[in-house]
């Protein structure tokens, strides 16, 4: 069965970076895509961004764009999202999730079929 592991989460100051790596394994993941959502606490799952296992294609929220970058090694099977200027509002439970979703749903989580279990990331100010 599908299986996807997060790590990389951790406690980081306000300004610092840290980079999630997503594995992913179980299936050809060749026409999905990985999208990371996050969780802070008292607040609703959010889209942070997703990229296309074939192609590369990307997407992130709007209010992320240019700190949060996806990336994905083919070989590995493994998506990252590095997170450069992290804010103590960035503070959240990171998941990576996958599916068959497609341009035009990557924000919409209950298109993802498979989700990790989750990594903490905390940002201290």
């Known amino acids: 069965q599908v299986q996807l592991v997060e790590s990389g989460g951790g406690l980081v100051q306000a300004g610092g970076s840290l980079r999630l790596s997503c594995a992913a394994s179980?299936?050809?993941?060749?026409?999905?895509?990985m999208g990371w959502f996050r969780q802070a606490p008292g607040k609703e799952r959010e889209f942070v961004a997703a990229?296309?296992?074939?192609?590369?294609?990307?997407d992130y929220a709007d209010s992320l764009k240019g700190r949060f970058t996806i990336s994905k090694d083919n070989a590995k099977n493994t998506v990252y999202l590095q997170m450069n200027s992290l804010k103590p509002e960035d503070t959240a439970i990171y998941y990576c999730?996958?599916?068959?979703?497609?341009?035009?749903?990557?924000?919409?989580?209950?298109?993802?079929?498979?989700w990790g279990q989750g990594t903490q990331v905390t940002v201290s100010s």
């Open positions: 179980g299936r050809t993941f060749s026409n999905y895509a």
């Open positions: 990229i296309r296992w074939s192609g590369g294609s990307t």
């Open positions: 999730a996958t599916g068959r979703v497609f341009s035009g749903g990557y924000h919409y989580s209950p298109a993802y079929d498979y």
